[in-house]
């Protein structure tokens, strides 16, 4: 932890009453100072002013005077920011970085950034945390904490309060009933904090619907409750690829702030395309629309790119869908609950559109309702919602849009590369419907193997076919060969 000291109020009246004891006077006890200690006046002044002094100086003085240092000496500014990421190269978001500020200015208490993974969540926080430490005033304290990292919110809350209260104080975080969540609010009202906890998604359990805590973990979300209710000025800033289920009951109130982040714009990623060496060449306008202007998707393709064909190289965007996936988007994909992806496979068989008015009328679709009644669909479209990857377009009608890193994995490396490995198409869980290998030949009419890239080829083209409807898409993906 770092911290910044000054004296308290009382600690100032304390070292002018033990210079008078003395018989010094003020002048006298700061050449006194200068002499023994090699203090300068200046120092002194700022004490005398309440401001921030180097710990050590202050020792020395109440050394000098015989006092107890700990009853003069208060904390100014701390950071525990240990954990907190290197942010080397950063561009845009002037204008969510401005909003973010004013809220936060403006006493917001929770502040929620959300969006999909890569795109600048993490990065927009640091910028938060550093703005706001160098203006200083208000907060006195700065926490970072990736929750990740965290076995339950007690030893959260333990980790934060440890150096500012006393032992018995922390013991009753521990023998709470809330997680410490009254602890650390009492402490909060009393010390304006700006708290960053990073990477909320993962107290989210995997294979159900968005914002589902996981077993132990469910005091996390009665925090967000209480901390936008109580009246103080802190502030708890998260960042999520998953909204939490308490915004929605937050959302009338008026100390909650969320911000779905959303791609760079075109200018800025061209600039943080041009900050990695030896990518001139690998830059097409091609490649940055593909990329969608996430940061975290640009760096994967241009590692991958100069890894697998040398710096400086062009690649066309067939060979950039083929290979272009990382541990990001799977991840993505495997979090998702059984209807989650059943809608995924669904709007990929669409193109990645579908107007909400034909949703459920879609002949293929009636199939799925033997497992999911429009409730179940409803609540699974809501949470791709909130996870950002279904995105609503609103005109004359309503349409969903499937995120399209997630089409695209689907179709690549879903349903592409198990083609081309066991020689049908997948398992996937549309109709759950699936051609036996002996049933399919291994070879095409030519005897020669196809390419992933020539069936994921094949595929885009059944699915963008506007003629055909989803089950006659199927159909006719079942009975590709390789």
Same mark, same amino acid.
């Given at each position: ?7 308290? +109020? ?57 006092? @107890? ?6 904390? #100014? ?31 917001? &208490?929770?502040? =929620? ?21 160098? +203006? ?58 700006l708290i960053i906890l990073n990477s909320w998604n993962d107290l989210f359990k995997e294979r159900e619907l968005a ?18 209710? =109580? ?29 779905? #982040? ?24 091609e490649v940055i629309d593909f990329c969608k202007g996430n940061p975290l998707a640009m760096r994967i393709f241009v590692n991958k790119c100069q890894s697998l064909l040398g710096d400086g190289k062009k690649i ?10 990382? @541990?990001?988007?799977? #991840? ?46 409803? &609540?699974?479209?809501?949470?791709? =919602? ?42 996937? &869980? ?8 002996? @049933? ?15 069936? &994921?080829?094949? =595929? ?23």
């Amino acid at each position: 932890m770092s911290t910044i000291w000054a004296a308290s +109020e009382e600690g100032i009246q304390l070292v002018k009453t033990a210079i008078k004891s003395k018989g010094l006077s003020q002048t006298d006890f700061c050449k006194k100072l200068q002499t023994e200690a090699g203090i300068s006046k200046s120092t002194y002044d700022r004490l005398c002013r309440g401001e921030n002094i180097r710990l050590e100086n202050l020792e020395v003085i109440c050394d000098l005077l015989k006092l @107890d240092v700990e009853k003069v000496k208060k904390i #100014l500014v701390s950071s525990s920011l240990e954990s907190i990421p290197d942010i080397p190269v950063f561009y845009g978001r002037d204008k969510e970085l401005a909003e973010l500020k004013s809220q936060i200015t403006n006493n917001q &208490r929770v502040v =929620i950034i959300s969006g999909i993974p890569g795109v600048g969540k993490t990065s927009i926080s640091v910028k938060i945390v550093n703005h706001f430490m160098e +203006e200083q005033g208000k907060f006195k304290h700065f926490f970072w904490r990736d929750v990740k990292n965290s076995r339950d919110l007690k030893d959260l809350i333990y980790s934060i309060l440890e150096p500012f209260v006393t032992e018995k104080e922390l013991n009753e975080v521990h023998s709470s009933n809330d997680g410490g969540i009254f602890q650390l609010t009492k402490f909060l009202m009393k010390e304006p904090c700006l708290i960053i906890l990073n990477s909320w998604n993962d107290l989210f359990k995997e294979r159900e619907l968005a914002g589902c805590y996981k077993e132990g973990f469910e005091d996390y979300g009665e925090l967000l409750k209480r901390i936008a209710k =109580i009246n103080h000025n802190s502030c708890i800033v998260i960042t999520t690829s998953e909204e939490p289920r308490e915004l929605t009951e937050l959302q009338n109130n008026s100390q909650i702030y969320s911000m779905k #982040l959303e791609g760079l714009d075109l200018n800025n990623y061209q600039n943080l395309f041009n900050s990695i060496p030896n990518n001139s060449e690998i830059i097409t306008g091609e490649v940055i629309d593909f990329c969608k202007g996430n940061p975290l998707a640009m760096r994967i393709f241009v590692n991958k790119c100069q890894s697998l064909l040398g710096d400086g190289k062009k690649i066309n965007i067939n060979q950039l869908k083929t290979f272009f996936y990382d @541990d990001w988007v799977e #991840l993505q994909y495997k979090r998702l609950s059984d209807i989650e992806q059943n809608i995924v496979d669904f709007f990929t068989l669409k193109n990645g559109v579908s107007k909400r008015a034909c949703l459920f009328q879609e002949d293929n679709f009636n199939l799925l309702k033997t497992t999911y009644t429009d409730g179940d669909l409803d &609540r699974g479209i809501y949470s791709l =919602i909130k996870r950002d990857l279904i995105h609503i377009i609103e005109g004359d009608e309503i349409y969903y849009e499937l995120n399209y890193y997630i089409l695209n994995y689907v179709v690549v490396v879903l349903w592409t590369e198990e083609i081309k490995k066991i020689g049908t198409v997948p398992n996937t &869980r549309i109709f759950d419907l699936q051609i036996p290998i002996e @049933d399919v030949s291994i070879l095409g009419d030519n005897q020669s193997p196809k390419t992933i890239d020539g069936i &994921r080829r094949e =595929i885009e083209n059944i699915i963008k076919d506007d003629k055909l409807t989803v089950s006659k898409k199927w159909d006719k993906i079942k009975q590709l060969q390789i």
